[in-house]
């Protein structure tokens, strides 16, 4: 009884930005490490960035330097600022969760629909 709303993506031109959010609802204890990840056509599922729930990040080598990852722990979201926007980074892009369920112990990810990316001028 978890989900993932996304929102941001759309068409944008080489060198704009975009500023995903995802947002997590349903019977939430605890979220750790939130993500985002990218896929596109003909190419498998990459991951772009993360976060730990202490706030630790991780980027793609692609993404460093234009890419921001980041998350509003009372929001239950988490954020990619999206900089410098690059043809390359055309793509599905989908956020990630790593989700305590409410009267359960166990831990499982959670992924939102996707969302498209262009970059194309």
């Known amino acids: 009884q978890v989900q993932l709303v996304e929102s941001g993506g759309g068409l944008v031109q080489p060198g704009g930005s975009l500023r995903l959010s995802c947002a997590a609802s349903?019977?939430?204890?605890?979220?750790?490490?939130m993500g985002w990840y990218r896929q596109a056509p003909g190419k498998q599922r990459e991951l772009v960035a993360a976060?730990?729930?202490?706030?630790?990040?991780n980027y793609a080598d692609s993404v460093k330097g234009r890419f921001t990852i980041s998350r509003d722990n009372a929001k239950n979201t988490v954020y990619l600022q999206m900089n410098s926007l690059k043809a390359e980074d055309t793509a599905v892009y989908y956020c990630?969760?790593?989700?305590?369920?409410?009267?359960?112990?166990?831990?499982?990810?959670?992924w939102g629909q996707g969302t498209q990316v262009t970059v194309s001028s």
């Open positions: 990630n969760a790593d989700v305590a369920v409410t009267s359960l112990l166990t831990v499982r990810g959670y």
């Open positions: 349903g019977s939430i204890f605890r979220i750790y490490d």
């Open positions: 976060i730990a729930s202490g706030g630790r990040t």
